[in-house]
Antibody
Framework: EVRLVESGGGLIHPGGSLRLSCSVS????????MSWVRQAPGKGLEWVSV???????FYADSVKASFTISRDFFNNTLYLQMDRLTVEDTAVYYC??????????WGQGTPVTVSS | EIILTQSPDFQSVSPKEKVTITCRAS??????LHWYQQKPNQPPRLLIMYASQSLSGVPSRFSGSGSGADFTLTINSLEPEDAATYYCHQSTNLPFTFGPGTKVEIK
């Protein structure tokens, strides 16, 4: 059975850092394209970042200077390091697997609130 | 960047009626356009892939059509459990993008 479980969200002050984790079972993270997608309160879905099987990483312009996507082969886990957080980064963060040109499996999300 | 626009933003529909949601891409994307359903406090659920391909477990009342830049999601005979927000999505071209969503309410 495929499962994606995000963790690491919480309340953080502006300018702070958080590292989100996405623990995966049922497939190998490093063999797949993996994305982070976020959803601000009451808003739509926004793609944040992707990591390719070869390790290439790409980011939305809004986070390019402050977020870093990575993965751990041994723990089969995807990460999102978020630095210099602003109130605009407040959202539920989902990890998702990308297959072809769509995302099939999604986690339940972890909420991040940036507030003073 | 491929911008996806959806219409309408909101639709209030009686059960058993038909719902049609359109998605227009700012450039042609063949059939690499996918539809998701999202209910409150849940992750998106893939409904239709590659414009018109149904997925196992998705009720047959959901169908998609279109190619190029214009796409349609149709819900035939709306059920109460179809109350949700529907998003179109492309992740062929970076940055990956989603439409703004269409909220479907049951009258």
């Amino acid at each position: 059975e495929v499962r994606l479980v995000e963790s690491g969200g919480g309340l953080i002050h502006p300018g702070g850092s958080l590292r989100l984790s996405c623990s995966v079972s049922g497939f190998t993270v490093s063999d797949n394209y993996m994305s982070w997608v976020r959803q601000a309160p009451g808003k739509g879905l926004e793609w944040v970042s992707v990591i390719y099987p070869r390790g290439n990483t790409f980011y939305a312009d809004s986070v390019k200077a402050s977020f870093t996507i990575s993965r751990d082969f041994f723990n089969n886990t995807l990460y999102l390091q978020m630095d210099r957080l602003t109130v605009e980064d407040t959202a539920v963060y989902y990890c998702a697997r990308k297959v072809g040109s769509y995302h099939d499996y999604w986690g339940q999300g972890t909420p991040v609130t940036v507030s003073s | 960047e491929i911008i996806l626009t959806q219409s309408p933003d909101f639709q209030s529909v009686s059960p058993k009626e038909k719902v049609t949601i359109t998605c227009r891409a700012s450039q042609t994307i063949g059939t690499s356009l996918h539809w998701y359903q999202q209910k409150p406090n849940q992750p998106p659920r893939l409904l239709i892939m590659y414009a018109s391909q149904s997925l196992s477990g998705v009720p047959s009342r959901f169908s998609g059509s279109g190619s190029g830049a214009d796409f349609t999601l149709t819900i035939n005979s709306l059920e109460p459990e179809d109350a949700a927000t529907y998003y179109c999505h492309q992740s062929t071209n970076l940055p990956f993008t989603f439409g703004p969503g269409t909220k479907v309410e049951i009258k």
